[in-house]
């Protein structure tokens, strides 16, 4: 009879340079370089635990052929212009990582040391996310509508108002 692959060596590729990502029920197909922008604001106190876990069981699914980071948001003091906090390996620079088995593991320690707390601003780490020029980005975010200004979504502005600031920082390709 014919040869026939298990099912775990359909999932990958001859390069292993991966097939894509999934993280909280959504996916990205072909996507090799994903940053995951997770709320770390105190509106997550009860489910960030969860969350940063399914960052984690995402990034573990990841090949070494991909490449990752981790941007959390929130307005605290001490985080990067107080807007953010992005996973940087040894204290270095911030940059897309190898999904490696020692920097899965890092961010693994890293994650654990994460403590919710100040406000959400979304748009603060997406802008940080898009930074790193991904392939997809993952977005976890709680409270958006009472985020910011009175009558605002994320940092006073509308919701029409946020996503033409996504368009202009993220515009569409014709070729995807």
């Known amino acids: 009879g ?13 390069d292993d340079s991966g097939i894509g990502a999934t993280f909280a029920g959504l996916g990205a197909r072909q996507a090799t370089r994903i940053v995951y922008v ?14 940063l876990s ?14 990752f980071q981790v ?3 929130s307005d605290r003091p001490g985080a990067e212009g107080g807007l953010y906090e992005v996973f940087a390996l040894g204290g ?17 320690r890293w994650l654990g040391t994460v403590t919710p707390l100040g406000k959400s601003n979304p748009l603060d780490g997406l802008k940080r996310g898009l930074e ?10 709680r409270s958006i509508r009472r ?30």
Do not use: Y
């Open 2 to 14: 014919a040869d026939v692959p298990a099912a775990g060596d359909l999932l990958k590729r001859q």
């Open 38 to 51: 997770v709320d770390a604001s105190g509106a997550m106190v009860s489910s960030l635990k969860f969350v």
């Open 54 to 67: 399914e960052v984690e069981r995402s990034v573990r699914s990841l090949s070494s052929g991909q490449k």
């Open 71 to 73: 941007v959390l948001f």
């Open 92 to 108: 270095g620079r911030a940059k897309l990582v190898a999904a490696t088995p020692q920097n899965k593991a890092e961010l693994s």
């Open 132 to 141: 790193f020029d991904p392939d997809a980005i993952f977005l976890l975010s």
């Open 147 to 176: 985020s910011g200004a009175e009558g605002g979504v994320w940092g006073g502005r509308s919701a029409q108002e946020t996503l033409a600031e996504l368009d202009r920082l993220n515009p569409r390709e014709a070729r995807s």
